[in-house]
């Protein structure tokens, strides 16, 4: 499965943002779907995930209560929908898709398939 990443931009604090993964070549419906960040000089850290087939979803502390996971099968898309934004959560933002297992992967090295990223930048 291929993945693109999209709806990075420049925004204030307090602002929204929904980052988007469009899947080819596959069902992501099928996957497990992961958004992982990346801010400058830093690791890359989990953010969110859904699980295949399922709505069960989990995210990281620093975005819980301010970010949603979702995935619209008819699109073969999934979304990061950022609410509340802060300078913090400027870093460049990946998604990535695993097959089907038992448990919601939360670590990058446990994902297969990376989109390109996608930039965000939270200004003061």
């Known amino acids: 499965v291929q993945l693109q990443a999209s709806g990075g931009g420049l925004v204030q604090a307090g602002g929204s943002l929904r980052l988007s993964c469009v899947a080819s070549g596959g069902t992501l419906n099928y996957y497990h779907t992961g958004w992982f960040r990346q801010a400058p000089g830093k690791e890359r850290d989990f953010v969110a995930a859904?699980?295949?087939?399922?709505?069960?979803?989990s995210y990281a502390d620093s975005v819980k209560g301010r970010f949603t996971i979702s995935r619209d099968n008819a699109k073969n898309t999934a979304y990061l929908q950022m609410n509340s934004l802060k300078p913090e959560d400027t870093a460049v933002y990946y998604c990535?898709?695993?097959?089907?297992?038992?448990?919601?992967?939360?670590?990058?090295?446990?994902?297969?398939?990376w989109g390109q990223g996608t930039e965000v930048t939270v200004s003061s």
């Open positions: 859904i699980k295949w087939g399922g709505g069960t979803t």
């Open positions: 990535a898709a695993h097959p089907p297992t038992a448990r919601l992967p939360l670590q990058q090295y446990e994902y297969d398939y």
